[in-house]
């Protein structure tokens, strides 16, 4: 007998005293008892002694164990307090009535005590072990929204604010946790008007993506305080990656790329992730930035990066999103897709890019209807003032 079902107290409520002590002398050694030989007793001692199981019998004058039954599960109190009905009547609709008012098993008299013995130590077994999967539950629970928390406090605070620029971005994550990520990182090495901009959207979701998320980002934001084109950062953090996810099978597409603000030109890799959107203000055109796309990082550490770079004037926008947007399904299975997001950069192009960025959440939001998220969303729109 564990110590868990040693701690837990049986109610047992029978109007002939001759049965309880049969009860006793079977359940005495096992657990905690208490006893009551009507239903007035029966239900102030559930609702004062909070008992784990009680064994009631049907046939008692006055209240009988049916009208018993019916206050316990009116009773929040006792409402979910189990119990298993004992009577000397071996009749189908008795049985039947008794489980419709909740009980959980059935009991009849005269006992065999290896069968009582057994019934209960069934029934506590079961309430022990769900109360030990509610307090899991409860402890993953606190688990994952400290998880949550922690993950929260690596996504940018804030907007940044660059002279030229109107920058906006944004993460919602399916579960508590997620693999997407983006940042804003600052590049003083190179000049103090150089930023970094990243979306990365590691494969999965949940803590294990979000461990690896939170590793991909110390190694960038490491690797690019240093000297350094954004192809020799990306290809540094991916050795680095690689190391941490070796064998699991696990990997990490990024678009990261150097914003040199005074210049307005963008120096840019793609590793293994979605193109970038561009809004070319001087052609009146949207196309994708798909040049020299290498490899997701964590796949092998020989992978090699090529930077590719472009003037963003003033007017033109750029787009930066996961895969979580554009594989977003609707009722009828259909993707969400980039021309959708296309569309929408041409509809807002005179709107703010937060403007722009809340556009695309929401139709995507609409899209999909009463269907759950079944990945990360994020997106950055960087838009040329």
Not at 31 to 37: P, W
Not at 64 to 88: H, N, W
Not at 181 to 197: E, V
Not at 263 to 281: C, L, S
Request: a negative charge; hydrophobic letters at 40%; charged letters at 25%.
């Amino acid at each position: 007998m564990s110590v868990e079902l040693n701690k837990c107290k049986v109610l047992l409520v029978d109007d002939i005293k001759e049965n309880i002590n049969v009860l006793v002398q079977a359940l005495k050694d096992d657990y905690k008892l208490g006893f009551a030989m009507d239903g007035e007793s029966a239900l102030t001692y559930a609702r004062t002694k909070s008992p784990d199981l009680i064994l009631l019998d049907i046939m008692m004058p006055g209240m009988d164990g049916f009208e018993v039954s019916r206050k316990l599960k009116s009773d929040p109190r006792t409402q979910d307090i189990p119990f298993i009905f004992i009577t000397a009547i071996d009749e189908t609709e008795n049985k039947a009535a008794g489980f419709e008012l909740g009980a959980v098993d059935y009991i009849t008299k005269p006992f065999e005590i290896i069968e009582v013995k057994a019934r209960v130590k069934t029934h506590l077994s079961l309430l022990v072990a769900s109360r030990q999967l509610s307090q899991q539950n409860r402890k993953m629970r606190q688990s994952l929204n400290l998880a949550k928390d922690v993950q929260q406090n690596l996504i940018p605070k804030a907007d940044p604010i660059i002279s030229g620029f109107d920058i906006a971005g944004r993460t919602i994550y399916c579960d508590e946790t997620g693999g997407d990520y983006y940042d804003f990182i600052k590049m003083s090495q190179r000049g103090p008007d150089h930023f970094g901009i990243a979306v990365g959207d590691v494969s999965g979701h949940g803590i294990p993506s979000a461990l690896l998320m939170a590793s991909a980002r110390a190694f960038l934001r490491q690797r690019a305080s240093l000297e350094g084109e954004p192809s020799q950062i990306i290809s540094d953090v991916n050795k680095q990656f690689c190391s941490d996810v070796r064998d699991s099978g696990q990997f990490m597409t990024l678009f990261f790329c150097c914003l040199n603000a005074r210049e307005k030109q963008i120096t840019w890799v793609r590793a293994g992730h979605e193109p970038a959107i561009f809004y070319d203000h001087k052609k009146g055109a949207v196309f994708l930035l798909h040049q020299f796309g290498g490899l997701p990082l964590g796949i092998t550490k020989d992978a090699t990066y090529q930077d590719s770079t472009l003037v963003i004037e003033s007017g033109s926008i750029m787009v930066l999103i996961s895969d979580g947007i554009t594989e977003t399904r609707n009722s009828k299975s259909e993707f969400f897709g980039k021309e959708r997001v296309e569309q929408l950069i041409l509809k807002h192009i005179h709107h703010s890019s937060t403007n722009i960025l809340d556009a695309v959440i929401e139709s995507v939001d609409q899209f999909k209807g009463s269907r759950s998220n079944h990945d990360d969303i994020t997106i950055v729109v960087i838009k040329a003032l």
